[in-house]
């Protein structure tokens, strides 16, 4: 769930139809979107494409790759066939690769008229355009709502500003379905639900994973809503209208008033996710995109930076001690998933990673890399400029924590016994040994056992024997 | 995650808008001035959709000076940029366009006012190229006392830094676009500017449109690690700019791309900035000569008794 399993490449692979995809790829925010998602090989292939005449034999594309680059390039090539950028085909007797046409279209009408100005023929007065701060609180506020009700299973739900006056999403239902959460079995309760294994994941996720998993969610239930034929748009214009929130640096307001009704039932819901900030001014109310929503369309390198500018408090010793400024609830639980709590000051938390606190988080299905991945994401300017960030001591011993619950593998094997001759215990012996597939021994009781996949060659063996001494 | 490191750079193109340079491309079959505009708008755009960490700014040059024409508003101080980002509305190419067309038109009032003297001169590229490193210099200046800043207000963390000069940078490319020869008078001014830009790691592209090879911009693209590039078909600009100079560094690795196959090393001498093949060498300070001088010209090194190096 953490690197890049999740987000919009893998929301394209695997969430949507082909049908969908088609109606995407004519979509403009969404093409640039995805580009900017894709890892930077495929993005200047798709660039040296986009000017040709849509097809390029597959010979010339395979000349591009420089002497150490041909596994990257042949890697790239094989992605954008999978999200169907690239199609190989043949045409007048050579193989060559031929671009989506309306993903090349759409490309080309960003590259030529400067697609990252948006509906800005409205300009907010003075008095409706935010501080910066104010929205980043904003966006922080509603966020760690959201996963705080993760994290606690009751309590608040974010809440949709009131002034919208559209039907609020259900949080709850939200993150069941995503199965981040569970309903408690032992409680029975009807409001109550716990976290799963996966929302332990997802807690440890970096933010651009944690808002897709969100996002692709409630993708899935407008989608829904669609098939039911109770409203809800086209499921490639909710994504379009999504990637749009964040694409538009600086002139990227948006005038509710203006909005279509299902793109208006969209922006109220994303308000409540904390990707747009409701501002009254001029008898109108202004949708203000935040730093979500642009982490949201950044291709999750764009997000990794911000995450790691602004929001850097853990320091980690080579002790194992674990120092964290932060004065968020949600940051405290999620440190508690694998950290044990030794003191917890106002604006300090101090921890002890410890096997008992590491096991307890692998066996939640956490694994080491992504403990030591969050250290690492999180890390306090001072702590990140330092090189191992993590300590190595601590990132290995976790590491050496993950293995120590594996060192047992279980592998089926067969157990020969009741041999009917010290002859015939003897061939299989050699014989078993000959396949290098002798697994025991035992010429006391005359045992033997080899793994459960030689078990045809042994039987075979044994037959010829038997028949051949007459048993 | 190493796929997916941050390949976003800050990229400053010069475009050369000398009269010499407009009147070479207004001969060039296919390409003019218009043309070379759109096709690097064009670019510029693609540019920008690659990465939305991607910063550019853009310089023009002529024989009257170097001027910025256009700067992403992350390239602006905060307080410009929050007044830039309430004012604008319109697409960044229709900025460039925009400045570039003030130059453009700035270096032609020039023109007429100087009555015509500057008809057939090149660009004072030095200069350019030492204002965009400057340029260059003060962003990044402001961001190190950003970095400390926000550490010191941050105030929850212990005190002290000198992390902020640990964070990594944001990879810095130059992108020449000339057309005009070079001017040897320079010779010392813009080797100096290229071992600046190799110091501070700035990569130097260049775009030769103009007749025969320049050899400072080869000599630029070799030392600091960027590409020369000469065009077979100067007309289809657009597909060298978008499949060799929007590669970021990182990326060039993995691709094969046009190498700088013959770099022109000749010196200018320091006495009559001539273009020399082999010339005298001061001893003590390397400065360059094209006749044996009794005394060096710079450190005043006395060569008498025939000590000048050849």
């Given at each position: 769930m953490a690197d890049g399993s999740s987000g919009l490449v893998a929301f394209i692979t695997s969430g949507i139809t082909p049908l969908q995809l088609e109606r995407l790829f004519v979509q403009p925010y969404a093409v640039v979107a995805i580009l900017r998602s894709l890892p930077p090989l495929a993005r200047h292939i798709l660039l040296r494409f986009s000017c040709t005449g849509g097809t390029v034999s597959t010979a010339t594309v395979s000349t591009w790759g420089g002497s150490d680059g041909q596994g990257k390039l042949a890697a790239a090539l094989e992605e954008l066939e999978a999200l169907r950028l690239l199609m190989q085909a043949a045409c007048k007797g050579q193989a060559v690769y031929t671009i989506h046409a309306s993903f090349q279209a759409q490309l080309r009408h960003a590259m030529c008229s400067g697609l990252l100005v948006g509906h800005a023929a409205t300009l907010p007065p003075r008095a409706a355009v935010p501080d910066a701060a104010i929205l980043a609180a904003y966006a922080r506020q509603q966020w760690e709502a959201l996963l705080l009700y993760l994290v606690g299973g009751e309590g608040t739900t974010p809440v949709a500003p009131p002034e919208l006056q559209a039907a609020s999403i259900d949080i709850r239902g939200l993150l069941v379905a995503a199965g981040l959460m569970a309903k408690d079995e032992r409680t029975q309760r009807q409001m109550s639900a716990g976290i799963t294994q996966r929302g332990f994941q997802f807690l440890l996720a970096d933010l651009y994973s944690q808002l897709w998993g969100v996002v692709r969610q409630y993708l899935s239930g407008l989608e829904a809503q669609a098939s039911d034929g109770a409203g809800g748009g086209d499921l490639a214009v909710a994504i379009n209208f999504l990637l749009c929130l964040g694409l538009q640096?600086?002139?990227?307001?948006?005038?509710?008033?203006?909005?279509g009704n299902a793109e208006k039932a969209i922006a109220a819901h994303m308000c409540q996710l904390g990707l747009l900030l409701p501002v009254a001014g001029g008898g109108e109310l202004w949708l203000h995109p935040t730093r979500l929503a642009a982490v949201l369309a950044g291709g999750g390198r764009g997000g990794e930076a911000v995450a790691a500018q602004e929001d850097g408090y853990v320091i980690v010793e080579s002790n194992f001690r674990v120092y964290a400024y932060t004065t968020s609830a949600v940051q405290v639980a999620v440190l508690r998933v694998f950290v044990r709590c030794d003191v917890l000051l106002p604006n300090l938390f101090v921890g002890t990673i410890t096997r008992d606190s590491a096991t307890s988080a692998l066996g939640l299905g956490i694994t080491s890399e992504q403990m030591v991945a969050f250290l690492r994401q999180h890390a306090h300017p001072r702590a990140a400029a330092r090189v191992p960030t993590v300590p190595s001591v601590v990132a290995d011993q976790i590491r050496l924590w993950q293995q120590e619950l594996t060192r047992l593998q279980m592998h089926s094997a067969m157990l020969y016994d009741k041999f009917e001759s010290q002859e015939l215990y003897i061939g299989a012996v050699e014989h078993a040994r000959q396949l290098g597939a002798l697994l025991f021994r035992c010429d006391k009781r005359m045992q033997l056992a080899v793994p459960a996949a030689l078990h045809g060659a042994m039987r075979t063996h044994l037959q010829e024997r038997k028949r051949a001494l007459g048993l | 995650m190493a796929e997916f490191a941050d390949d976003s750079s800050l990229l400053a193109i010069l475009l050369d808008v000398s009269p010499s340079a407009v009147v070479h491309l207004a001969s060039?079959?296919?390409?003019?001035l218009q043309t070379l505009l759109e096709q690097l708008l064009i670019f510029v755009n693609a540019f920008s959709l690659l990465n939305d960490g991607n910063r550019l700014a853009v310089f023009t040059a002529g024989p009257s000076g170097c001027q910025l024409a256009y700067c992403s508003s992350s390239c602006l101080p905060p307080a410009a940029a929050a007044e830039a980002a309430a004012e604008r509305g319109t697409a960044p190419s229709a900025e460039v366009l925009k400045g570039l067309w003030q130059a453009i038109a700035g270096t032609a009032a020039a023109e007429k006012a100087g009555g015509?003297?500057?008809?057939?001169t090149s660009c004072q590229f030095s200069s350019a190229l030492s204002r965009m490193l400057c340029f260059i210099n003060s962003l990044q200046c402001r961001a190190a006392a950003a970095a400390a800043g926000a550490e010191l207000s941050g105030g929850a963390g212990p005190s002290g830094g000198a992390s902020a000069a640990v964070r990594k940078q944001q990879p810095m490319r130059l992108l020449c676009l000339t057309a005009a020869p070079d001017v040897p008078s320079q010779y010392i001014a813009v080797m100096n500017s290229i071992f600046s830009a190799q110091r501070s790691g700035v990569l130097i592209d260049a775009c030769q449109l103009g007749v025969g090879d320049s050899s400072f911009l080869q000599q630029a693209a070799h030392l600091t690690g960027g590409i020369y590039l000469k065009p077979d078909?100067?007309?289809?600009l657009l597909q060298y700019l978008n499949s060799v100079?929007?590669?970021d560094a990182s990326t060039r690795q993995y691709l094969r791309l046009p190498g700088n196959t013959r770099v022109d090393f000749r010196a200018s001498c320091f006495c009559h900035k001539r273009q020399i093949d082999l010339g005298f060498v001061c001893s003590a300070c390397l400065s360059i000569f094209c006749e044996q001088l009794?005394?060096?010209?710079?450190?005043?090194?006395d060569f008498q008794g025939g000590q000048g190096k050849k």
């Open positions: 640096e600086g002139c990227n307001v948006m005038c509710h008033g203006q909005l | 060039t079959p296919g390409l003019s015509g003297t500057f008809a057939g078909k100067p007309q289809a100079f929007s590669l009794p005394a060096c010209l710079t450190c005043g090194t």
